[in-house]
């Protein structure tokens, strides 16, 4: 038999979604793979109720159907600060993976360097291999998650062809100030660079941060794509609803390869989704508030347990530190973590590139009665997991 791609023959699955699978294993509260336990808003499942008898059942455009890229444009707009025509700026995706994955290839050609700041959501390494780019990594250091503008430069000066910024930023729950944009909008227009967003958690911001969209800074909207998503805004993981935003001129390419990747996103949900898309300011307040209760709420049981974490600034993660366990491999521990204490995490290792495992991600996108029940179950992690011994499961 002849050898399948060399492409992939160095991916590992997602260590993400692999998690899920072994909290599920263990019966575990599943706090890895970031999505919520809580019901999508009213107006959007009564829609999707009654669209199930109406005429969605097959392709809508190839782009995103008319209805929803208008109710789309209009909402972005609102946000985004510009007249975002829905007709030439909007491509309808399968999830932002897809936007991802379909803005990379677009811009890329084999060989091209791309630069990623670690950590980073790890489908970005996919994507860079997919579309044959080569990734150049900018450290954000922790505990806050800062980048040197100097390393910065240096890595632009390899002459990217693309930057990837996550904003809202998974893992690390940084949100970029206005000063921090700046250097990367400077740099990207003085070494003629792509910028390609990863903005799902756009209203997921905690007071005094302030989301600012990357396309819309002076002069970076011709070279940026905003990807983006409804699975965070609505509770909507599931239904694969994702978006990229960028000038006629790129969108008219992205198109392209979106529609040979896989023609379009569901149709029926297109349309169900389209009364939350035309909520008003207060859903977005309500939510935020809802995710400033839960992040309260968990980093407060987590610091009555004295569990030293990371604070998010923006989307639902936490970074805890786990040094004192003396773990070697933090894929080891979350195993452990999942089977002893009966709690789903992520190892940090599978979003840095450096080598980095002292912590692991927990996210606090669920119920308060599913976070209580998470942190009655750390409440045991010292008592179950002893220090510094490695415990292997079969997992
Ligand atoms: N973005 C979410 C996370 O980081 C979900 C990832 C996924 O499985 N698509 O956990």
């Not at 444009?73 to 309808?92: C, H, L």
């Not at 070494?191 to 967003?197: A, E, K, L, Q, W």
Request: hydrophobic share 35%; net charge negative; proline share 6%.
């Amino acid at each position: 038999m002849q050898k399948l791609s060399e492409r992939t023959e160095g991916f590992t699955d997602s260590v993400i979604r692999r998690m899920t699978r072994i909290s599920n294993q263990y019966g575990a509260v599943n706090l890895s793979q970031g999505f919520p336990d809580f019901e999508p808003p009213e107006p959007i499942l009564k829609r999707l109720k009654e669209v199930s008898h109406e005429e969605f059942h097959q392709y809508s455009i190839t782009w995103g159907a008319q209805n929803f890229r208008e109710a789309l444009a209009e909402k972005q707009s609102r946000y985004m600060g510009r007249n975002i025509d829905p007709n030439r700026e909007i491509v309808t995706t399968c999830g932002s993976t897809e936007a991802m994955m379909a803005a990379m290839m677009t811009v890329a050609n084999p060989g091209d360097k791309v630069i990623v700041f670690s950590p980073f959501y790890e489908n970005y390494g996919a994507d860079t291999i997919l579309s044959g780019a080569r990734p150049i990594y900018v450290p954000l250091q922790p505990p806050d998650f800062h980048f040197d503008p100097e390393a910065l430069e240096d890595a632009f000066r390899a002459h990217p062809k693309a930057l990837i910024l996550c904003n809202p930023s998974n893992p690390c729950g940084k949100v970029f100030t206005e000063e921090e944009l700046g250097i990367i909008a400077d740099l990207a227009r003085r070494y003629d660079t792509y910028v390609i967003t990863d903005e799902v958690y756009e209203h997921i911001v905690y007071a005094p941060h302030r989301h600012i969209y990357f396309a819309s800074l002076p002069g970076m909207w011709e070279r940026t794509i905003s990807c983006s998503s409804l699975s965070k805004t609505y509770s909507i993981t599931g239904w694969r609803l994702g978006y990229t935003i960028a000038p006629e001129e790129i969108t008219e390419r992205i198109k392209k390869v979106h529609d040979f990747l896989t023609v379009g996103a569901a149709a029926p949900l297109q349309e169900a989704v389209i009364p939350g898309l035309k909520f008003t300011q207060d859903y977005y307040e309500d939510l935020l508030a809802k995710y400033t209760h839960k992040r309260n709420l968990f980093l407060k049981g987590l610091d009555d347990l004295h569990l030293s974490h990371t604070v998010p600034e923006g989307a639902y993660y936490v970074l805890l530190d786990i040094s004192e366990f003396g773990y070697e491999s933090d894929l080891e521990f979350c195993k452990a973590l999942a089977r002893e204490v009966g709690v789903g995490a992520v190892p940090g290792s599978s979003f840095f590139k450096e080598k980095e495992n002292r912590f692991i991600r927990l996210h606090f996108a669920k119920r308060d009665e599913t976070l209580q029940d998470a942190l009655g179950r750390l409440e045991l992690l010292r008592a179950r997991i002893p220090v510094r011994s490695e415990i292997y499961s079969q997992a």
